[in-house]
C-alpha cells in the first residue's frame, strides 16, 4: 500500500527553539560551554545562536517560562535535543571540554550508526552531542534493513581520537 504523502528526501530539522528559565545562565551553557555563537538577542528575553554562521540552529526564550521550575521529567515534551558533530574527532574534542569543566554527562552510547554524548542544559532538557559514522559502516540486518542498538560507549577509546592529529 503506498502512502499518501512523504516527506522530501533532503528535508531536515532546521532549528529548536526552548523556553528557559534564565537566558543569561542558557547561553552561559550553549555558547561559553558547548560553543555555539550569538547571532542575536531579542531584548532580554530571547537569544539566537548557531554553529558556523547560521542565523540560529537554536532558539532559547524565557516568554513563558522565566524562573521556572524545569518539566518534570515524565511529562510529555521534548526528550532531547541532538547537536550532531562533523566528525569523531571533533566528539572526542567536545567531551574532552566537558570533563576539563567537570561538566557531567546524563549517559554515553554507541548506536551503530552514531557514538554519542547525553547531557542536560541548566534547565534540564536532555541534549544529545553525536557523530554520524559513514552510512556504508551502518549495522545492518541480513535483509538489508537498518539495526541500530544501545551500547556502551568507550570514553577512554573516544579521546584517544585527540593523540592522533
Not at 130 to 144: A, F, I, N, S, V
Amino acid at each position: 500500500m503506498k502512502k499518501e504523502y512523504t516527506i522530501p528526501n533532503h528535508t531536515r530539522i532546521g532549528h529548536v527553539h526552548l523556553k528557559v528559565s534564565d537566558l543569561d545562565m542558557s547561553l552561559a551553557f550553549y555558547c561559553d560551554l558547548l560553543g555555539f555563537e550569538l547571532m542575536m538577542k531579542y531584548g532580554n528575553e530571547a537569544a539566537f545562536i548557531s554553529a558556523g554562521g547560521y542565523h540560529h540552529h537554536i532558539g532559547l526564550n524565557v516568554w513563558y517560562s522565566k524562573g521556572a521550575s524545569p518539566a518534570p521529567q515524565r511529562a510529555p515534551g521534548l526528550f532531547h535535543s541532538a547537536i550532531l558533530f562533523p566528525s569523531r574527532r571533533d566528539l572526542a574534542v567536545i567531551l574532552n571540554r566537558l570533563n576539563e569543566k567537570q561538566y557531567p554527562l546524563t549517559g554515553a552510547a554507541d548506536h551503530g550508526v552514531s557514538e554519542a554524548l547525553y547531557l542536560d542544559d541548566p534547565d534540564k532538557n536532555g541534549v544529545e552531542l553525536y557523530w554520524d559514522r559513514p552510512e556504508h559502516l551502518w549495522p545492518k540486518k541480513p535483509d538489508g534493513s537498518l539495526d541500530m542498538y544501545t551500547r556502551r560507549l568507550d570514553l577512554d577509546n573516544l579521546l584517544s581520537e585527540l593523540k592522533t592529529s
